[in-house]
């Protein structure tokens, strides 16, 4: 079993459609990580949480520590939205920072 | 500022070579970490440096290894290449320091290695 499970895999949707995307981890953490991937693979940091909710423009991530999940929320959804979307959970201590993925949701927006 | 710049983008090597690929983080961040994201395995952590000192190994072979300059500027050399080993190696890096143990990761364009 991965330590980091997202779903679904894929993700077809239309425009202005409220998209949720879920991540479920069995570590302890000290943070988690949503990403964004576009297709060329450059990577955008679209949040970093650790406890609550955060929202930035269009995008909601919360987390509960307890049930150990996430989810990532697009609300109002866009073609431009159209990406890979990787949540991966982070393990930092005074040693060490270390970061493990989940495998990605691609995400498909339709005009 | 700048974000975090690697070279080369992209690179065509043979089995049995050797290749070396850089990462310059934004400036004042000393924490860089790299990846690798293949099809079938997706992204992976190998390892990161802090400081010049590698902090934390992922699940790599000895073939695998990195350095960190006193800029904070790290390189990753992969030795004796092999088919598997094409992928996109990506590397971010993070301010690390004071009361903060760790803060987000800005990561790079990435390099796009093919091994023939």
């Known amino acids: 079993k991965n330590e980091v499970e997202q779903s679904p895999q894929n993700l077809t949707a239309q425009e202005g459609e409220f998209i949720t995307i879920n991540c479920s981890y069995s570590?302890?953490?000290?943070?988690l990580h949503w990403l964004q991937q576009h297709p060329g693979g450059g990577i955008v940091s679209l949040f970093m949480?650790?406890?609550g909710k955060k929202k930035h423009g269009r995008l909601i991530a919360t987390i509960n520590i307890q049930e150990k999940h996430s989810s990532l929320h697009i609300t109002a959804s866009h073609p431009r939205d159209s990406a890979v979307y990787i949540c991966?959970?982070?393990?930092?201590?005074?040693?060490?920072?270390?970061?493990?993925f989940g495998t990605g949701t691609r995400l498909q927006v339709f005009p | 500022k700048a974000g975090v710049t690697q070279t080369p983008r992209y690179l065509i090597k043979t089995r049995g070579q050797q290749v070396t690929l850089s990462c310059s983080p934004i400036s004042g961040h000393r924490s860089v970490s790299w990846y690798q994201q293949t099809p079938g395995q997706g992204l992976q952590f190998l390892f990161e440096?802090?400081?010049?000192?590698?902090?934390n190994k992922g699940n790599f072979p000895g073939r695998f290894s990195g350095r960190q300059f006193s800029n904070s500027r790290s390189e990753m050399n992969v030795s004796t290449l092999e088919l598997g080993d094409s992928a996109l190696y990506l590397c971010a890096s993070s301010f690390r320091g004071g009361r903060l143990l760790y803060n987000e990761q800005f990561f790079g364009p990435g390099t796009r290695l093919t091994v023939l």
């Open positions: 991966a959970v982070r393990w930092a201590a005074k040693d060490t920072d270390k970061l493990i």
């Open positions: 949480l650790s406890s």
């Open positions: 570590v302890g953490i000290s943070a």
């Open positions: 440096y802090f400081s010049e000192t590698q902090r």
